[in-house]
């Protein structure tokens, strides 16, 4: 049987570093396999022993994953736990204080699902019959300028701030952000997941990627010229790929049908609540009624006997006024009724020295809005 991956990985130093601190690895785990692309951040001292940390780190922990959880449960612990190792060697003694390191990771299962997740701004790609996505997204000052709207995609590209990173692995944070799939990506024959550093990405177009990746060669000439690209455009920074090409599509997992005993278990189910439901409606001989809401009109007014309900019990009778007088009774129904309208007193009937109180007159509701 064919197998369901391959690979070709390859790092260079570039034209203007003394030594390389970018790492890669690929390893199996009981989840599948893995491939991990780090760099450490030169502007930081060590930044080789951060992204060599990361690395053994990351294996070390996925090495104890199993199916007990989802796999980007496994990658996020697994990247917080490289970020934890980091901090302490730094404030250790080995290595330095401010060490730190991006991390992308990429895990690809038996059954032809790829989980990754990442922190900082390596990325992975994926070119799917022609096209090219960017499945991460950077941790960085340009990519927030970018979300927030101050510039554009296009102004990202070469920017002079792109390597200030909002998160990593390491330096002095305590914390850091790790982003990770919230559900697979069923992999595709002839898929192609490109890892790599930002001294590819950065100095390397998109278009110019996805033309590298589509060309009809092998895996290893294909990372070899898409570093030839990045040293061609400066060669500033370490360079690192890894290309991961999906051989066959993975085993699809079939929808787990009923059984016929279980749809003739529902099938009576049904039967015997349709069958009970008729059997109560004849004997009640209950004609079924919808139910419709109430009309405006008819909803609870002031003079009704449970009006303006207090939560502390019904008032003492002789704090009612005359004006809000209600009829209690014992022998009242449990039914809402109106009391009877008082009739009004008539004009010989009043006190001397009383005013006529006529109609109320309202004023019209002002807005809550304060001027």
């Known amino acids: 049987m064919t197998k369901l991956y391959s690979y070709a990985a390859e790092s260079h130093v570039g034209h203007h570093r003394a030594h390389n601190e970018d790492s890669y ?38 090495a104890g994953a199993d199916k007990r959880y989802k796999p980007s449960y496994w990658l996020r612990r697994a990247l917080h736990y490289a970020h934890a190792a980091i901090f302490q060697a730094g404030h250790g003694h080995y290595g330095a204080p401010s060490m730190g390191t991006t991390a992308v990771v990429l895990l690809l299962t038996p059954a032809g699902e790829a989980w990754w997740a990442h922190t900082g701004d390596s990325r992975l790609y994926l070119l799917r019959e022609g096209t ?14 970018v979300d927030t709207g101050h510039i554009s995609p296009e102004a990202a590209f070469g920017h002079p701030q792109s390597n200030q990173l909002l998160f990593s692995l390491g330096v002095t944070q305590s914390f850091t952000l790790v982003e990770a ?3 697979p990506l069923p992999v595709q024959k002839n898929d192609l997941f490109l890892l790599c550093s930002d001294g590819l990405s950065g100095l390397v177009p998109e278009e110019e990627i996805r033309q590298r990746l589509a ?3 092998p895996l290893a000439d294909k990372v ?7 040293l061609d455009a400066g060669g500033y920074d370490n360079i690192t790929a890894v290309l991961v090409a999906c051989e066959r599509a993975g085993a699809k997992l079939e929808p787990s049908l009923p059984t016929p005993k279980v749809i003739l278990a529902g099938i ?23 139910v419709l809401p109430l009309p405006r009109d008819t909803l609870l007014r002031q003079d009704s006997s449970v009006a303006n309900p207090s939560p502390k019990g019904p008032a003492p009778i002789e704090d009612i006024s005359p004006a809000e007088e209600v009829r209690f009774s014992s022998s009242a129904s449990p039914s809402v009724r109106r009391s009877q309208p008082k009739p009004s007193p008539k004009k010989d009937t009043l006190p001397k020295g009383s005013v006529r109180v006529d109609t109320l007159e309202v004023p019209p509701a002002r807005d809550t809005v304060r001027e």
């Open 224 to 230: 070899r010229l898409l570093i030839q690209s990045a």
């Open 25 to 62: 690895a690929v390893f199996s785990c009981a989840l599948g396999e893995v491939f991990v692309v780090c760099d450490g951040m030169g502007g930081h001292a060590a930044g080789d022993i951060a992204a060599q940390i990361a690395v053994e780190r990351i294996k070390a922990f996925l």
């Open 132 to 145: 090219l996505y960017q499945l991460t997204h950077d941790h960085s000052y340009v990519s927030l300028l």
């Open 181 to 183: 799939s919230t559900f």
């Open 268 to 290: 009576l189910l049904i039967l015997a609540g349709f069958l009970a439901g008729w059997a109560m409606h004849i004997v009640v001989g209950m004609p079924s009624v919808s």
């Open 215 to 217: 060309e009809r060669k």
